[in-house]
């Protein structure tokens, strides 16, 4: 059986309880309900993630940086991995924030093209 639908909310105990509800299917990439002051509620969160990690120089990583950046959309890949191996943490640095530039370009200008007037909510 399906509960009363909330209208109000009593205090922040309740709101919390709404949000955590809300959140039971959402998954870690996902936007998330949240609460702001005076119960305005929220829904952000990302929607493209970047996320890299990146080993140091040791005897058991080998010589130089090296690691891989990943573009997802949520938590999917968007595009293949993009490795890089540097010897110095700057040129690391400067090729994986040129990487990310020239990729958020790409999409955003892939995302102006799109018609967005025929998108409908299915509710």
């Not at 639908?5 to 009593?10: G, I």
């Not at 998954?27 to 305005?40: A, G, Q, S, V």
């Not at 990146?54 to 997802?72: A, K, L």
């Amino acid at each position: 059986m399906e509960h009363e639908k909330t209208q109000k909310v009593k205090d922040w105990d309740h709101a919390f309880e709404i949000a955590e509800e809300f959140n039971l299917d959402k998954e870690e990439f996902e936007p998330k309900w949240t609460w702001d002051c005076n119960y305005k509620l929220d829904f952000d969160g990302p929607l493209v993630v970047v996320t890299s990690r990146f080993y140091p120089p040791t005897p058991s990583y080998g010589e130089g940086w090296d690691g891989s950046v990943y573009i997802q959309l949520g938590d999917e890949p968007l595009i293949p991995k993009k490795e890089f191996k540097e010897d110095n943490l700057e040129d690391l640095k400067d090729k994986v924030e040129a990487y990310v530039k020239e990729v958020t370009g790409k999409i955003k200008l892939a995302i102006s093209e799109i018609d967005w007037s025929g998108i409908k909510s299915k509710i």
